[in-house]
């Protein structure tokens, strides 16, 4: 009487059923996979080479508004507002709405497809909230397809979706700036205030010492605006100063260049000063580093003067480091002109006004007082610190923002 | 020892059985009257069919009576149920059958240990004592075979050892030397008879053998369903 | 005391090993089955799910269009609104790679710009050059896996084949997902722009749909009002809900026919048990002497059943898994011949499965262990033991049995015929006639050995009427091998009629369906839908081809009925006088001058009619390009081409409520005296090389659809072998267990003189005698059983009108089946009878 035999044929016949299992599992199992990197919509964006499109070698005749509109052959474009606004009672708020134009391929494929684009839009919107400390910002991007977004000079209209930048009738002036997210909408009026300003050699804006590593630039830096802003629920009216930058270029940044500090400064004597100061690796100063200084309307000579890095004194008086991406922004300055008597202390109105988006970066409404000439004045602008963040986001994190709606 | 002096082990009161047998209707047992003592060891004779299994059925519990009561230590068995009547025959008694005896999937050591074990001995107990007494039927090398590798002596012998290991106070044999040879059957009597007598207990055993009704205490036997008690055995016994 | 029985049943157990690992074989069969359907089916399902959620990813809503999408200025619009919601452009479609395995690969078509909100496959992920895609058309990104299988590099190029005509891709990057759901989702998936979708797919202008991720009911209902007409807003969810529901009817009969597999096997656990309680009948009468209660025996029985059931049980899944891992490329291509595209690349090995199939591998032998063990605890605890009483009991229990079985048969009966169209009485009525059918073995048996005995004894002599009277008298074992058996063979019977009933139907609708005499279609993914199109200009070219008298057009699009997506087929009827269709309602005569003159009626399929509840007289609404519109309709026709219904319009119709002028098929009839082969060559080259075309004549279409067909029944037969193979060896273990059992008496006869041939002799001819009885018992009960399934259990899955025919061949060899497995069963027995040594087994016991 033995069961053993039927017992080990058993177990035998249970083993081999379960390594079969093993196998027939196992083999279908695909191979491990491999961690990788992200996709990321800015990796479409100022990818490629240089060939095929136009560069910035020499200054040009700048005719308006044509220039206004867009130039498709140059790789990389942007329309840039900023401004600080008020309502009636004081209340304070900055604003950024930045549309940016960058080409994939220097022509077009032909092809069926009304959807092939070889441009694509990306949105910045901003809105810092002085008084209740907030800053919202958001991003978003668009093929230049289907009228989707797109830009034209007459008459003057650059979108992305339903945000937009359009005159309001048959002239160019007015413009009506137009944005909205979930949080934040922004509606204002724009007057074209002073004439354009020709930055840099006549508009042409070197950035290194390649040839060709330069852009077309030309600001609008005082533009009466009123509108509304809607802010958690509630719509102010509120009015201010605008300052526009359009710059146009196919490469700009040189091989050592990490970044820039760009400071856009409306002074209470009616004159204004642009400076940007290009970051090397080594965290000195680039010596294409340039600005602009624009007198007040009512002055002698109206012609701007050009500030070179040798003229300006710049000393950051305080840093912050940003809880989010962990990067250290300067957030204070001391900006001293000798030439021009200035000399002024810049302070952001918010620490915080990081946008969390595709490129980290930092853009922010600041405030200042100093003296010229002896003279006491205050003032206000925007300022752009970028390079400082980790500029990918971190793997695990949000990729880029959706448009935030 | 006179066994009239305790109260009766077993009793069986105009105890009548009948079975029916398509339309007519047989009593194999009529108003049986017995009592059983301890310390007795009884003979019962009988012609084949005469009713001397259902009796020992009847007294087992295994059946039921048609008529009649039957008592075992003053229980009587009708007033109780399937159950209760398995578990008193699991406790009181101790069976010893004419043929395939033994459990053929248990070895002899375990055979002998499933009463105690069935009556809650703990396993360790239970072996000792299974040990022992196959021991003192001799069988005690042949503890670990299976059943079907013992001849009938052995066999019998290792039934008559399973019958006693718990001590029951009755034991019932039928016709337990009935397939053994006359030497053999002799030895399995011996056995019997002499586990009886030292454990106090009453045996009732159906038998033809004639040495053993001789050192019966009481000799009955079957005679178209009644019981007879031959007075003769019992003095010669004496 | 528990150990010492417990023992004592193990040492049983083992000492018949080859009846024992007989009935594990069985409940390891039948578990195996039942978790083997489950899991295959599952996979495909699962994988379906899968690849649907990559693909909605996390859209709450869609809008959808009518039979061709919608134009792609919806979505512009949608996008250009201020109160705009989060939105997502898609183009879908299939595709076939042109290499390596020729795998079906879904395209996606999306906007990476919009794709954020949606879906993840950028989570993790290393991908090439993403400025390519929108730039250079052709351009598309591959799973790192699929590239790997295919034999593909980044940078390397895709050939794909859609509806006929090849395209070249090009692979500008790889997916490598981090995680392995998203790496399983994506793995059949060619993820591009949309503009390169539009293309490859021929959408251009059209967007398959716009997903959206919608905060509130109040925000879809804006929406929704906001629309333009012949677009619709759907919640996502109820795309996989209609595939679920597509495939139901089709996967419940799976199941319930793997669990014909397990209630075989149920049997043969009864039959086991029953023959070691019957065996063992002298035994357990001493134990019951000695004082074990019945309590204590009835749980020894079940608890036997219990250890068989556990090892059988595990042993089942295992192979449920090998199996499972057999059938899903079954279960994987009849889906796709039937209802939609997928692809499965690997068993979902679904824990809730495995469960499933231990509870009902483990409930089924207790169950099946029941009476055994309620047997055993009867057990009267006697001291002598004789056969014949209790063969005497067993032979007057058999006319109550009957009649008990004719009480279940008659409740079966009622089950089925039961007015309602649940299934679930008609499954209880189908165990019950077999349950029913089981408890009138014995008497039948009883009765009809009794009658063989006088030609079995002519024959063979004395042998003969042993044999036929051992048959009788040994009831208590041959009834229930014999139930087992007849239950075994006869679902496979039933099975097997069921499958060529369905195809004898088939065939007859084909005939008169397929009147035409040359059909030409793009090649299509899923066999019996067909959408794809022709390539333009290409219908008009192929109807004036010379030679043809006349020709119709077909195309077959999706339109959703009350939000459901059914397939709608649109035919050119102007220049034909033929309607090969036949109608279950609706008169014929004057159902196409209805269906011609007015603009709002259509036909539908029976399986169409049966689903959604409706009948001539009643409408459906149909989501058209004008919005949403209610049609009459104005006839049921015959269809056995889709289980989820068909709607039918005339062109005219289709053309005034849908934009999409696309064709799928054309047919063209030859005109008299025109050779219809070379007119299949002359299509041939009109057709030219703009698109790889299916030109088939009539009878190689009709070939082509019974090919297909036999494809999605292979699954069946699949199922149809395994049961046959349980049976078998149900057959086996009862036979052989019923000779072993009578080892001693065949001792006997050994000892008195008998030969080992002429035992041999004998011992066939009692197996023989049982499995012919086997045989010719399981022919009714399988007709039975093919009737409760063609007229029942189809009808109230599929809705359709089936007619049973009995085939011979299915009959013969299920007779055939029973004679050779109870051949085979003798085998082993006679051969150890007659070479034992009689006096060892005389001993024995």
Redesign the interface.
């Known amino acids: ?7 080990i ?2 177990a035998v ?2 083993a081999g ?2 390594v ?2 093993a196998i ?2 196992h083999e ?4 491990e ?9 800015s ?2 964006l100022g ?2 080479g240089a060939e095929g499109y136009a560069r910035a070698v020499e200054p040009r005749p700048f005719q308006f508004p044509e220039d206004h509109g867009p130039h498709p052959e140059f790789r990389t474009e942007w329309w840039y507002w900023t401004g600080n606004l008020e309502t009636e009672d004081g209340r304070a708020f900055g604003y950024q709405f930045t549309l940016f134009r960058s080409a ?2 220097p022509e ?2 032909q ?8 441009q ?1 839009y990306l949105g910045h919107f901003t809105v810092s909230d002085v008084a209740a400390g907030e800053f919202h910002a958001s991003e ?4 230049s ?4 977004a797109g830009a034209s000079a007459r008459p003057f209209k650059v979108w992305l ?2 945000w937009e930048a359009a005159s309001v009738g048959e002239s160019t002036w007015p413009v009506r700036l137009r944005a ?1 997210t979930d949080e934040v909408a922004l509606e204002l009026l724009l007057e074209p205030g002073k004439p354009p300003v020709l930055q840099g050699d006549r508009g042409l804006s070197q950035k290194g010492p390649e040839r060709g590593n330069a852009s077309y630039y030309y600001s609008m830096t005082r533009m009466p605006s009123r509108g509304t802003v809607r802010v958690e629920g509630r719509t102010y009216a509120v009015k201010g100063e605008s300052w526009m930058d359009r710059e146009w270029s196919t490469s700009a940044l040189g091989e050592d260049q990490v970044g820039w500090d760009w400071f856009s400064l409306q002074l209470s004597d009616g004159s204004e000063l642009m400076y940007y100061q290009l970051r090397r690796k080594d965290g000195s100063a680039d010596r294409f580093s340039s600005g602009t200084w624009v007198p007040s309307a009512g002055a002698e000579s109206s012609a701007p003067v050009r500030v070179s890095r040798e003229d300006i004194q710049l000393t950051v008086l305080d840093t912050w480091k940003s809880p989010r991406s962990g990067g250290v922004y300067p957030s204070r300055w001391r900006l001293r002109v000798e030439k021009l008597g200035l000399d002024l202390t810049v302070t952001p109105r918010l620490a915080d006004q990081e946008l969390p988006v595709s490129v980290v970066y930092w853009e922010g409404s600041v405030g200042l007082e100093g003296t010229r000439e002896g003279e006491p004045l205050t003032g206000q602008g925007y300022v752009e610190l970028t390079g400082y963040a980790d500029t990918r986001p971190r ?1 695990q994190g949000r ?5 935030g ?1 | 020892m006179p066994p009239s002096d305790t109260p009766p082990l077993v009793e069986l009161r105009d105890v009548t059985k009948a079975y029916a047998e398509g339309d007519t209707v047989r009593e194999v047992l009529s108003g049986v009257q017995l009592s059983l003592h301890r310390g007795e060891f009884v003979v019962l004779l009988g012609r084949s069919g005469s009713g001397k299994s259902t009796l020992l059925n009847l007294i087992s519990g295994i059946d039921v009576p048609t008529r009649g009561e039957v008592r075992v230590d003053g229980r009587n068995l009708g007033s109780l149920s399937e159950r209760e009547r398995t578990l008193l025959r699991r406790e009181r008694v101790g069976f010893i059958f004419q043929a395939f005896n033994l459990l ?2 248990l070895t002899v050591e375990e055979n002998v240990r499933l009463p105690l074990e069935l009556n809650g001995h703990g396993a360790a107990e239970s072996g000792a004592k299974a040990r022992a007494l196959l021991e003192r039927v001799g069988l005690r090398e042949r503890a670990r075979s ?1 059943p079907d590798r013992l001849s009938g002596g052995e066999q019998q012998r290792v039934a008559v050892a399973r019958a006693l290991a718990h001590a029951p106070p009755l034991l019932l044999a039928d016709e337990p030397t009935g397939n053994l040879d006359e030497a053999t059957g002799r030895q399995v009597l011996d056995l019997l008879e002499g586990l009886t007598r030292q454990g106090n207990a009453c045996a009732l055993v159906v038998t033809h053998e004639p040495a053993l009704v001789s050192r019966a205490d009481r000799v009955l036997s079957m005679e178209g369903g009644r019981l007879v008690e031959r007075e003769h055995a019992r003095r010669e016994a004496r | 005391m528990r150990r010492l029985l417990v023992r004592s049943s ?2 049983h ?3 018949h ?1 080859w009846l ?2 007989l009935s ?1 074989l069985g409940i390891a069969l039948g578990v195996a089955v039942v978790v083997s359907i489950d899991l295959a089916s599952g996979s495909a399902l699962r994988a379906f799910e899968r690849s649907t959620d990559a693909v909605a990813g996390r859209a709450t809503h869609q809008v959808v269009g009518g039979s061709s999408g919608l134009d ?2 919806v ?2 619009d949608l ?4 109160d ?3 939105s997502a452009p898609v183009v879908e479609g299939h595709v076939q790679a042109a290499v390596g395995d020729r795998r079906t690969l879904t395209v996606l078509g999306v ?4 794709e ?2 949606f879906r993840d ?7 090439g ?3 390519a895609l ?4 052709g351009t598309v990104l591959l799973s790192a ?1 699929a590239a ?1 299988s295919l034999g593909i590099t980044s940078g390397g190029e895709l050939p794909v084949r859609v509806e006929g005509v090849e395209k070249r891709l090009r692979v500008a990057g790889l997916l ?5 759901d998203t ?1 399983r989702a994506v ?1 059949a998936l060619v993820l591009t ?4 979708a ?2 490859v797919l021929g959408q ?2 059209r967007l398959t749909r716009v997903d959206l991720r919608i905060r509130d009911e109040a925000e879809a209902q804006r929406l929704q009002a906001a629309l333009p007409t012949g677009t619709e807003l759907v919640r996502a969810s109820a795309r996989a809900g209609t595939v679920e529901q597509m495939t139901r009817a089709f996967r419940t009969n799976l199941t319930a026919l793997s669990l014909l597999a397990l209630v075989v096997g149920m049997f043969l656990i009864y039959n086991t048990m029953t023959f070691s309680v019957v065996q063992r009948r002298g035994l357990l009468g001493r134990l019951r002497a000695v004082g074990i209660t019945r309590g204590e025996l009835f749980a020894l029985v079940l608890g036997e059943a219990a250890v068989l059931g556990a ?1 059988g049980t ?2 089942g899944l ?2 449920g ?2 199996l499972a ?1 057999g059938l899903v490329g079954l279960v994987t291509q009849t889906f796709n011949d039937l209802y939609f595209v997928v692809s499965v ?3 979902a ?1 679904e824990p809730f499965t495995l469960a499933k199939g231990l509870v009902l591998g483990l409930g089924a032998t207790l169950v099946a262990a029941l009476v055994p063990a309620w047997e055993a605890a009867r057990s009267a605890p006697v001291t002598t033991m004789r056969r014949s009483t209790l063969e005497d009991v067993s032979r007057s229990r058999a006319p109550r049995l009957a009649v008990l079985g004719l009480v279940v048969l008659a409740a079966g009966t009622g089950m089925l015929t039961w007015p309602t169209q649940a299934l679930l009485p008609a499954y209880g009525g189908l165990f019950s006639v077999l349950l029913g059918s089981a408890l009138l073995v014995p008497w039948v048996t009883e009765r009809l050995s009794s009658v063989a005995a006088l030609p079995l004894g002519s024959t063979f002599g004395l042998l003969g009427r042993m044999a036929a009277r051992s048959v009788r008298t040994s009831l208590s074992r041959t009834a229930v091998a014999l139930a087992a058996l007849m239950v075994a063979v006869a679902t496979t019977v039933g099975v097997g009629l069921m499958v060529s009933s369905f195809r004898g139907t088939v065939v007859s609708w084909l005939d008169t369906s397929l009147q035409a005499d040359v059909f030409i279609s793009p090649p299509s993914l899923v066999a019996r839908r067909g959408g794809a199109t022709l390539v333009p200009g290409l219908e008009e070219r192929l109807r004036s081809t010379p030679g043809v008298a006349a020709s119709s057009t077909l195309r077959v699009a999706s339109a959703r009925v009350d939000g459901v997506p059914t397939d709608l087929l649109a035919i050119d009827f102007t220049r034909t006088q033929a309607r090969p269709y036949r109608f279950k309602e609706g008169n014929p005569e004057t159902v196409w001058r209805e269906l011609e003159s007015s603009p709002d009626a259509l036909l539908v399929s029976e399986p169409f009619s049966f689903h959604r509840r409706v009948r001539v007289g009643d409408t459906v609404r149909l989501t058209t390009d004008r919005g949403p519109h209610d049609f009459r309709v104005v006839g049921v026709y015959f269809d056995y081409g889709s289980d989820v219904g068909t709607m039918l319009m005339p062109r005219t119709t289709y053309e005034r409520w849908f934009d999409d002028r696309g064709v799928s098929g054309v047919a063209l009839y030859a005109a008299p005296g025109q050779d219809v082969d070379a007119l299949v060559a002359s299509v041939r080259e009109r057709a030219g090389d703009s698109q790889a075309l299916l030109v088939r004549a009539n009878r190689s279409l009709r070939q082509a659809s019974l090919e297909v067909f036999d494809r999605t029944f292979t699954i069946t037969q699949v199922l149809r072998l395994l049961a046959i193979g349980v049976a078998f060896v149900g057959v086996l273990s009862a036979l052989m267990s019923l000779q072993l059992e009578r080892a001693r008496e065949l001792a006997v006869l050994r000892a008195t003189g008998l030969t080992p041939g002429q035992l041999w002799g004998l011992v066939s001819l009692q197996t023989g005698l049982l499995g012919l009885l086997a045989g010719l018992f399981s022919v009714p009960l399988g007709m039975a059983l093919a009737y409760v399934l063609v007229h029942v259990i189809n009808q109230r899955s599929f809705g359709w009108t089936l007619r049973l025919a009995v085939s011979p061949e299915t009959l013969v060899q299920a007779v055939l089946l029973a004679l050779v497995a109870s051949a085979l069963a003798g085998l082993y027995p006679a051969w150890k009878m007659a070479r034992a040594n009689p006096a060892l087994a005389l001993r024995e016991e």
């Open positions: 009487m033995s069961g053993r035999g039927l017992v044929g058993t016949v249970l059923l379960a079969a299992v027939v599992t279908s199992r695909p191979p996979l491999n961690p990788g990197g992200t996709l990321t919509v990796d479409a990818g490629g994939l391929a077009a494929p092809r069926q497809s009304a959807w092939g684009a070889r694509v978003r991007f668009s093929r397809a289907l009228e989707l979706e339903d909205e793997p990729r880029a923002s959706d448009s709606r | 053929p999937t299976f | 193990l040492r157990l083992g000492g090993p024992t690992a594990l792609e200025r979505y512009r996008r250009l609104r201020r705009a919601p989060v906007d990476p710009f919009a954020a909100p496959y950028a989570k993790g992920e290393a991908v050059d993403v400025g929108l730039t250079e058309p896996r790997q490598t997902p981090s995680d392995e790496a793995e722009d949309v503009s390169t539009q293309e251009v202008g090892v595990v042993a295992l192979l898994v090998l891992r690349r690997a068993l090995l």
